[in-house]
């Protein structure tokens, strides 16, 4: 093998010394080819080198990076103290990542993930490198997609709730007629042969069932509750039909008086009770399941903890997710709140946090 003693780099920098010369060249080339922008700097935060996407993205020339501190140059105005702090952090030794703004020279922010990392040599900090990547166009991406999946859920939501009003308006009105006229038909054919008694039960029995299926599918699509009475009650009602149709016992937890809130807000955690209950039975074997509801300085606090196999340490890996956790968690970002999910051996708890001041009270 052949020997190579500390080749200092043609980059410049006294501090940056690097094995062997044609691994330098290598090396150099790595950076230099890499489309994501990366800027060297020494222990002291000056400046030493950076690649053409570094130039490309934050378009300043060598002389003027030399010139100037990089967060000077490129920290963001709304980002300036955040910056100086990532900066120190990664001088004290810490490798940082984060997704934040910076400012190119024409003016314009960009969005960008970024990685500062420090560079040792023999144990030494011989400087520190950021990595930035563009995101500015996948946030505007991911933004739109946001905003698109908040108007979709809204017209499903307003959707849902035409279908219930005229199921409860019109089929179920004349399901009740219909139930009326058979009950009425079942006096009158009592004295007729037991063939036609029969098929008039049982028509009168079937018309029961169809008229308590539109009955629960009305609520389902929309608890008139929520709209009428709030939360509280809306869950109550759900709970009550859960545990007839389950067997699995809801313990509540829920404020005695509470305000209201958007329609949206109520709509979600009404939503997630939902398909946390739903998860419940399908999932986790839980003979019970708890659920509290609070308000806390302008938040609300909602949380479903079950008893079941929420895991097995095996399983976790291979949880695959549904669109039940995905839609919550969807549901809650658009309102500025978060989900959280535990999955553990005892079971599983989820919490959702939201946000009640852009939210009205009665
Ligand atoms: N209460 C629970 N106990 C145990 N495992 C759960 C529980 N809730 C969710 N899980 C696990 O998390 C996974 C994802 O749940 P999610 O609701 O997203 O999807 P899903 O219920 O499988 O399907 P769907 O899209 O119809 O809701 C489930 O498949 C299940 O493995
Ligand atoms: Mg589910």
């Known amino acids: 093998m052949q020997q190579h003693g500390f080749l200092q780099t043609h980059l410049g920098s006294p501090t940056l010394q690097i094995e062997s010369a044609p691994s330098a060249t290598y090396l150099r080339a790595l950076i230099e080819n890499n489309p994501i922008a990366i800027v060297v700097l020494d222990a002291d935060h000056h400046y030493t080198m950076c690649n053409s996407a570094f130039q490309r993205l934050f378009q300043y020339s ?46 314009m922010i960009v969005d960008v993930e970024l990685y500062g990392v420090p560079l040792f040599v023999n144990d030494e900090l011989a400087g520190v490198y950021g990595l930035y990547q563009d995101v500015t166009e996948r946030n505007r991406t991911r933004s739109a997609v946001r905003n698109m999946t908040d108007k979709l859920e809204h017209i499903q939501e307003e959707e849902r709730r035409r279908i219930a009003r005229d199921l409860h308006d019109s089929t179920s009105q004349e399901l009740a007629v219909l139930n009326w006229n058979l009950r009425r038909l079942m006096h009158l054919v009592s004295s007729a042969d037991e063939t036609v008694r029969n098929l008039v039960r049982q028509t009168k029995d079937l018309a029961y069932e ?52 958007s329609n949206e807000v109520e709509v979600a955690l009404f939503r997630i009770v939902q398909e946390g209950l739903a998860n419940v039975l399908r999932h986790s074997g839980s003979p019970v399941v708890h659920i509290s509801l609070k308000e806390q300085s302008n938040w609300l606090k909602l949380t479903l903890i079950d008893e079941g196999s929420g895991c097995d340490g095996e399983t976790i890996p291979r949880r695959r997710s549904g669109t039940g956790i995905n839609g919550m968690r969807e549901r809650l970002e658009q309102l500025g709140g978060l989900l959280t999910v535990c999955y553990a051996s005892n079971g599983t708890t989820i919490t959702a946090d939201l946000p009640t001041e852009n939210t009205f009270h009665a």
Not at 233 to 251: K, M, N
């Open 210 to 261: 169809c008229s308590e299926r539109i009955r629960s599918t009305s609520y389902l699509l929309h608890p008139p509750l929520l709209d009428d009475d709030g939360l509280p009650s809306a869950i109550t009602e759900l709970a009550e039909g859960f545990e007839q149709r389950s067997g699995i016992r809801v313990d509540l937890t829920l404020p005695r008086k509470l305000g209201r809130f």
């Open 62 to 107: 060598s002389e003027e990076l030399a010139a100037s501190d990089l967060d000077a140059l490129i920290a963001a105005p709304r980002v300036v103290q955040e910056a100086a702090n990532l900066t120190r952090r990664v001088l004290q030794g810490e490798k940082v990542h984060t997704v934040t703004q910076r400012r190119r020279k024409d003016g």
